[in-house]
């Protein structure tokens, strides 16, 4: 209700877009009849952030998401009840 409100305020104060922001989700997906894609930037402030931003961003986090989306449904379902956040990993 009022994710529904503040969309027909939107368009009611004269915009034509409505950003309904990242990650994706199936109730968007309903809504949008576009999608943009999304990129992440990390700027190191230190050695050990330089590290995370080249080991984790760069290799970790998409061998995890390959990982997650090479599993079946149900195996994703009940991983995501496991570790809450799981599916928002973008």
Do not use: H
């Not at 104060?13 to 576009?34: Q, S, V």
């Not at 190191?44 to 080249?54: D, E, I, N, T, V």
């Not at 961003?57 to 995890?64: C, D």
Request: hydrophobic fraction near 50%; include cysteine.
């Amino acid at each position: 209700m009022l994710l529904e409100r503040a969309i027909g305020e939107t368009f009611y104060e004269g915009f034509n877009t409505f950003d309904l922001l990242p990650p994706t989700a199936p109730y968007k997906e309903r809504l949008a009849r576009t999608e943009i894609g999304v990129v992440d930037w990390a700027v190191p402030l230190s050695r050990k952030g330089a590290a995370y931003a080249r080991l984790y961003l760069r290799f970790a986090r998409p061998a995890m998401k390959a990982a997650l989306a090479a599993q079946p449904a149900a195996m994703r379902r009940l991983l995501a009840c496991i570790v809450p956040g799981l599916m928002q990993i973008s």
